[in-house]
């Protein structure tokens, strides 16, 4: 499949588009109540019932989501 692109709508919200400029998930910034000071990242996609996937490291975002993307039960 082609890549994903994302839209910033604020700086702890992001969308996720797929390779047709289809709306297909999005992406939050959460605080890390666990290790202060620290961040992580929720990838969550429409209708996928695996559920939201947590990344911890920024650089692995887009990754995740193209991999979730691609593997989609019920997009395939």
Known sequence: MGSVTFKRLTPRESRIYDA??????????????LAPGSVYYVVHLHEDPRGPRRVHERHRVRETAQRLVDSHPLWS
């Open 20 to 33: 047709d400029g289809d709306h297909v998930g999005d992406v939050y910034r959460q605080d890390d109540i």
